[in-house]
């Protein structure tokens, strides 16, 4: 069984640029999830999607980012302009509805 | 709002020692309550879950913990840790029977287990 994929799983790029996050969802899955994890704030969930539809995204830092799931297998999270504060693991993560979340190996995100 | 608490946010413990985490969350309604372990550099894993029954419920490595409804608690427990249990863990909760599969996170308890 494929868990929840990421990619990249290490970005480092320079302040200003794009960055694309992707995450593919365990088949079957109807929920999809974007957090953020980082040594000052912990755990952040920043947006999740309830049969490709964004339910809640009030973790969304501000309009530098944004969050797309245009099906059922594929989510991405753009971060434009990037700046160095964005520098932090992303996680995405999969559930069916009222089942555990299965969390995919995160993108480890630097901006320089 | 819904909310989780976990009280230790850095706990010590030598091998063979017995470990107790403690995790309170703030919902009058019916709950899901979960553990979940991150080992260092890694993602998240479900560690154990509770949705209805038994209220003491085992998960894997060893590792149990207590639904107790009237205190709001969801306390994980190890009789006898080992270094390989160090790791974060968080404490999460959702509503049962709710129509989003949202979870509330408790900030995390990071464990060092000293051999």
């Known amino acids: 069984d494929a868990g929840v994929i990421q990619s990249p799983r290490h970005e480092v790029t320079e302040m200003g640029q794009e960055v694309t996050l992707r995450c593919k969802p365990i088949s079957g899955h109807n929920s999809l999830f974007w957090y953020r994890q980082t040594m000052m704030r912990g755990l952040e969930l920043l947006i999740y999607?309830?049969?490709?539809?964004?339910?809640?995204d009030s973790g969304m830092p501000e309009d530098r980012f944004s969050a797309k799931m245009p099906n059922a297998s594929f989510s991405t999270l753009k971060i434009q302009p990037s700046e160095p504060r964005d520098s932090a693991v992303y996680f995405c993560a999969s559930s069916r509805s009222n089942q555990p979340q299965h969390f995919g190996d995160g993108t480890r995100l630097s901006i320089l | 709002a819904q909310s989780v608490s976990q009280h230790n946010h850095h706990v010590i413990l030598s091998e063979a020692a017995s470990l107790e985490l403690g995790c309170n969350y703030s919902?009058?309604?019916?709950?899901?309550l979960f553990w979940y372990v991150q080992y260092p550099g890694q993602h998240l894993q479900l560690l154990l879950k509770y949705f209805s029954g038994d209220p003491l419920v085992k998960g894997i490595k060893g590792f149990e913990a207590e639904f107790i409804k009237s205190k709001f608690s969801f306390n994980l427990r190890k009789p006898s840790v080992q270094w390989s249990d160090t790791a974060e863990y968080f404490c999460a909760v959702n509503l049962y029977g709710g129509a989003t599969n949202k979870l509330i996170f408790g900030t995390g308890t990071l464990l060092a287990v000293q051999p």
């Open positions: 999607f309830n049969n490709n539809v964004p339910i809640d």
């Open positions: 919902y009058g309604g019916t709950v899901n």
